[in-house]
């Protein structure tokens, strides 16, 4: 009889096959992918001042594509997902693509509402890769391609992995309030993130723009003012839309989700290997568990509890 | 001839089972065999339909004894993408099996992942566009075309990688006869013309029983291989003429209309007996006509329907038979004439209830009982208990129970329990047969007299022919939005081709279940 | 024309626009991309981008312009802060045009083998996107009909069915997709995207024409960013105009054959 029959949560150990080198690497990915957003407060460290920055301006841009870009490349193209993972991917992507047509409430756009629980209920790998895929599907379906895709997608992968990292165990008020309250944080933090790539692009020569001469605490002022100005009063739609959708739907949808792991046998990162027994005798039963890992670990890598 | 599947005491239970689903399977096919797996819900014919192709154990999990060998291959060596070239698998619900838009495309991806080259898949592709005869479909969206050809664009993109064995799960249950006919059309010719082995699982055996080499007889995970009559003569229940046979005594039962009409002899036309006269004026509809786009619109329809009637709307697909439920409930407004329920304009789930194609886009609740008691709760009705409206549809035993967690037929009687506590006096169902297994059919229909015989009044649209032979007080069918013909089930479909019953089809107008057949003939 | 070809036409015109704010310059870049966009566009719910990309860029011009009242106001500020404002206008009327002639299927198909996955799933969204929708409103009138109405407290009677019958058809989606050989080794292409002559033109051209706009850029020639303190009429030059007309040539490339 097959011992773990229900779908456990993914340890960031198993999210990276248990080699520290692969840990190593995604934590840089992770973090040049951040730089990327953060640039306006990074680069005068780097430069030091430049003279003629209008010029830099694509350049900086496609730059910050290829960071990202990398960061997607190498998420995205790990392969060896497997028909369970690209169908859920397929049908949850699909979710938000639909919940994404109503169109905005002033910055709450529904969809964030599935990459929270998805990330929640399949796992940080999963939670990002539903993010970026859900994203980059939605974006075609509406025609809404731009370079900001890249930037969007791996936001709101972060969504998806963070949501995915959040405690799973325990009692479900628990777990509905932390996911709650990670929800209205991520509102925000996503509104902030998604502004601030494009902060200085879209203010140069006004009193709340960037400017690579100044201090970081300067810059940071004048984005903040920026913020309050712009997108503040959005975020704040997300933000207590993303909590108050959690608190209506978050037990119904997750006890859907956690439902159709079990059904669907989603042993994320478990014991991998069939056992075929060459000849199987009638004795002999065979307890077999899926052989292909759902989620995250390179193909032919076993992974280890 | 060698085998294309050969079973050896296979065992086989689910992960958080309580019962094994299959036990001690021992059987072969030989190439070239078209063979049918009939029994009941939960005996097991989808779990071994998916031993045949490696879904079970590789997809499922488990624990399973004994070695298949299908095409030759050990499938607990060969998980399922091992066995893509050797075994094609198609699916109960085609639509939502689909991977790409195009049906072109859809019919290469099988072979895009097998490191086929693009010439030869092009010509692959060519040849399962005429060997399923849908090749006007080519460049068109899998979501434009109609059930039938859906089916058979699941064929053809399972079988364009080369495979010899092609097994089904239920590919009729979803379809109109037409689209049935055509389905079952082509695997003949898969079978006679091509040499394939075809292994599919059916209830609807009305069609297809007498065209098969092979029964398979399941009970309780228990397979009785042998001669498709012999097999299922031991059904509880087969299709009508099979039905007939046992209640007289015949050995072997007949599989077809023209079995039984030489077994029997003719017989008199049958007297049409009289029909209750319906009580008061429930729904009464006037000229109405209505426009829906794919649905079908409806045009002057003048339709009268009194207390205690049991009405079988029946039509093609795109008739009209939705559109006129919906409008008969209040949800679609008439673009002239009128619709009154009760004297009045239909007051949505209060005068008249309807319950939806898809049952389940309705069920949401933790249990079955909790499913009920929302609709009680929503309508403001008190002292019943949720369990009185499940013993009704005799499900009281399942009021535990997660509603996702069942079968198909127990879900559609768990939406129409949800649907009826309302106590709408007009119960509107559409195409509830859709799928259903006969045991659940069987509970559907006391149901509905027993609604009928309260009082309260049904309509429901249907391509189920023999659901309407046993159950409706009268028929009416639709054409274009037209109602066509109006009356006794007896005549109206006595005097039609396509819908007639078997019966009918046996021994003529007037003659419409098996009972009746057995009494005359005692 | 091959989805790439498109993918760099956009990147280099959106490189063109950001290089620039001089409003002749920016000017022609939006009557290119009308142009192209009037001659290539593809059927289907993208049309209507170019559109909806036209109106949001108006909104930022109009927005980036009233930022400036934040600070000291004269006419150089706010000729300043129009000209950024019709500079990420342009911007987005470029990406609106490449949003309405890119055929979303195509650019998902187009995806390299280490991406097939993904992009499979991405395929399968859009597929499956229009049957959720659809989905959604049959729930919604059955439970009404049940004497459930929509709102707040009763969202999990639209959501769970959607998404319980989601996950079913996910079940069949994997079976059937794991028994028709996914993921079993190396994958071929039905009808692998080929490279015209018009799509390798326009590659061309497009590289071209950011190329020049970029060396202008670095030697600070052409007027690319017109003084406005003081006020001065912004200058033209012809070499840069014809850069902009290069990149009107995906507007020439045959169209697809249609489909029904």
């Given at each position: 009889m097959s011992a773990a029959t229900t779908a456990r949560p993914m340890s960031v150990r198993t999210l990276t096959g248990g080699s520290r080198l692969r840990a190593g690497a995604l934590i840089v990915l992770n973090v040049v992918g951040l730089m990327a957003f953060l640039w306006p407060f990074a680069l005068p460290a780097f430069t030091?001042?430049?003279?003629?920055h209008h010029a830099d301006g694509p350049v900086i841009l496609l730059v910050l594509l290829v960071c990202l870009g990398t960061l997607l490349f190498v998420e995205l193209g790990?392969?060896?997902?497997?028909p369970k993972a690209v169908a859920l991917l397929g049908v949850l992507g699909a979710t938000m693509v639909a919940l994404r047509l109503p169109g905005f409430v002033a910055g709450f756009s529904a969809m964030f509402i599935i990459v929270l629980v998805a990330g929640n209920a399949f796992g940080p790998s999963f939670g990002f890769l539903l993010g970026a895929v859900g994203t980059f599907a939605s974006g075609l379906f509406i025609g809404g391609?731009?370079?900001w895709l890249p930037f969007q997608m791996v936001a709101v992968g972060w969504v998806g992995m963070g949501a995915g990292l959040?405690?799973?165990?325990?009692?479900w008020r628990v777990r509905i309030w932390a996911l709650a309250a990670y929800g209205v944080a991520a509102g925000y933090l996503f509104g902030a993130l998604m502004n601030l790539w494009s902060w200085p692009f879209l203010t140069?020569?006004?009193?709340v723009s960037w400017s690579p001469d100044a201090t970081a605490a300067e810059n940071l002022r004048h984005y903040l003012t920026f913020y309050a100005a712009t997108s503040f009063v959005w975020d704040t739609f997300r933000a207590v839309g993303n909590g108050v959708l959690v608190l209506v739907l978050g037990r119904p949808l997750l006890g859907s989700l956690d439902r159709a792991a079990r059904r669907m046998r989603l042993?994320?990162?478990?014991?991998?290997n069939v056992t075929p027994?060459?000849?199987?005798?009638?004795?002999g039963a065979v307890d077999v568990e899926?052989?292909?890992?759902?989620?995250?670990?390179?193909?032919?890598v076993p992974v280890g509890r | 001839m060698t085998e294309a599947l050969r079973v050896d005491a296979v065992s086989f239970r689910y992960p958080?089972?309580?019962?094994?689903?299959?036990?001690d399977v021992t059987l072969e096919i030989e190439e070239g065999t078209f063979a049918l797996a009939v029994g009941p819900?939960?005996?097991?014919k989808s779990t071994f339909l998916r031993v045949a192709n490696g879904?079970?154990?590789?997809?499922?999990?488990g624990s399973f004894t004994g070695r298949v060998l299908a095409a030759g291959r050990d499938t607990l060596a060969y998980p399922p993408r091992a066995l893509a070239d050797a075994v094609a698998f198609v699916p109960q619900d085609p639509g939502a099996s689909f991977?790409?838009?195009r049906v072109e495309e859809e019919l290469a991806y099988g072979m895009e992942n097998l490191g086929v080259d693009p010439a030869h898949m092009r010509r692959r592709v060519e040849e399962m566009l005429d060997l399923l005869d849908?090749?006007?479909?080519?460049?068109?969206?899998?979501?434009?075309?109609s059930g039938g050809e859906r089916q058979r664009v699941a064929i053809a993109a399972a079988l364009a990688a080369g495979p010899r064995i092609l097994v089904l799960d239920e590919?009729?249950?979803?379809?109109d006869p037409q689209g049935a006919e055509h389905v079952f059309a082509a695997l003949q010719r898969l079978v006679h013309d091509q040499g394939m082995t075809v292994i599919l699982a059916e209830h609807?055996?009305?069609?297809?029983a007498g065209q098969v080499d092979l029964a398979l007889g399941f009970d309780e995970g228990r397979v009785t291989a042998g001669d498709p009559a012999a097999v299922i003569r031991?059904?509880?229940?087969?299709p009508p003429v099979a039905r007939l046979g046992r209640l007289v005594g015949w050995?072997?039962?007949?599989?077809?209309v023209r079995d039984a009409r030489r077994l029997a002899g003719a017989l008199p036309a049958r007297l049409h007996p009289v029909t209750p006269a319906p009580g008061d004026t429930r729904v009464e509809l006037r000229r109405l006509s209505a426009r829906h786009g794919d649905a079908g619109a409806l045009r002057d329809v003048d339709l009268i329907v009194g207390e205690g009637e049991i009405v079988a709307v029946m039509g093609?697909?795109?008739?009209?038979k939705t559109t006129l439920l919906r409008s008969i409930a209040g949800v679609h407004a008439p673009a002239s004439g009128t619709v009154q329920v009760g004297g009045h304009a239909p007051r949505p789930g209060i005068d008249a209830a309807l319950c939806p194609?898809?049952?389940?886009?309705v069920l949401f609740a933790e249990t079955v009982a909790g499913e009920v008691a929302v609709t009680l709760k929503a309508r403001g009705i008190?002292?019943?208990?949720p369990e009185a409206v499940l013993m009704e549809l005799g499900i009281?035993?399942?009021?535990?129970?997660?509603?996702?967690?069942?079968s198909a037929g127990q879900r559609l009687l768990v939406a129409t329990a949800a649907i009826a506590a309302g106590q709408a006096p007009v119960l509107l169902l559409d195409?509830?047969?859709?799928?259903?297994d006969p045991e659940a059919k069987e509970r559907l229909a006391r149901f509905l007299r027993s609604h009928a015989a309260d009082g309260g009044t049904v309509l429901f649209a249907t391509h189920d022919v023999e659901l309407a032979a046993t159950v409706a007080t009268r028929v009416v069918m639709l054409a274009g939005g037209e109602v066509i013909a109006d009356g006794d089930p007896a005549s109206v479909l006595g005097d039609s081709h396509v819908f007639a019953p078997q019966m009918t089809r046996a021994f003529?107008?007037?003659?419409?279940t098996p009972e009746q057949v057995a009494e005359a003939l005692a | 024309m091959h989805p790439g070809a498109w993918i760099l036409w956009a990147t280099c015109a959106g490189m063109v626009t950001f290089t620039t704010t001089n409003p002749f310059y920016l000017a022609l870049i939006v009557a290119v991309a009308f142009f192209v966009y009037a001659a290539q566009r593809v059927p289907g719910?993208?049309?209507r981008s170019f559109r909806v990309f036209a109106i949001a860029g108006l909104i930022t011009l109009v927005v980036r312009t009233s930022l400036v009242f934040l600070g000291t106001v004269d006419a150089g500020n706010v000729a300043f802060a129009a000209l950024e404002g019709a500079r990420l206008a342009t911007l987005l009327i470029v990406f609106g045009t490449f949003n309405a002639v890119t055929d979303p299927f195509g650019v998902v198909r187009l995806a390299p083998r280490r991406f097939h996955e993904p992009a499979l799933a991405a395929a399968l969204a859009l597929s499956i996107a229009p049957r959720t929708v659809a989905m959604v409103g049959r729930v919604r009138e059955a439970q009404t009909l049940r004497?459930?109405?929509?709102s707040w407290r009763t969202l999990p009677s639209l959501a769970v069915p959607v998404l319980e019958t989601g996950m079913e058809e996910a079940v069949t989606l994997a079976e059937s997709m794991d028994a028709r050989?996914?993921?079993?080794g190396r994958r071929t292409r039905y009808r692998p995207a080929h490279w015209t002559p018009a799509a390798v033109v326009v590659s061309v051209a497009s590289v071209v024409a950011a190329g020049v706009f970029v060396v202008a850029a670095w030697t600070q020639r052409g007027d690319l960013h017109p003084s406005t303190s003081p006020l001065a009429w912004p200058q033209v030059q012809p070499a840069l105009l014809a850069a902009i007309g290069?990149?009107?040539?995906?507007?020439f490339a045959p169209r697809p054959r249609e489909e029904p």
């Open positions: 030091g001042g430049n003279e003629n790990r392969g060896g997902m497997g391609l731009g370079p959040l405690p799973r165990t325990g009692s140069t020569g006004s009193a042993e994320v990162g478990g014991d991998m027994a060459p000849s199987a005798t009638r004795e899926d052989p292909a890992p759902v989620l995250g670990a390179p193909r032919g | 958080d089972a309580a019962r094994p689903a299959l036990v819900t939960g005996a097991g879904l079970v154990p590789h997809f499922t999990g991977v790409l838009d849908i090749e006007p479909l080519r460049g068109r969206s899998v979501r434009s075309i590919p009729t249950s979803q379809l609807r055996l009305e069609r297809v031991r059904l509880a229940m087969g050995d072997p039962v007949p599989l077809t093609r697909n795109g008739a009209g194609q898809e049952p389940e886009s008190d002292g019943v208990r009281a035993d399942l009021a535990a129970h997660h509603p996702r967690d069942l195409e509830p047969t859709r799928g259903l003529g107008p007037g003659w419409l | 719910p993208t049309a004497g459930i109405l929509t050989g996914h993921g079993r290069l990149l009107a040539l995906p507007a």
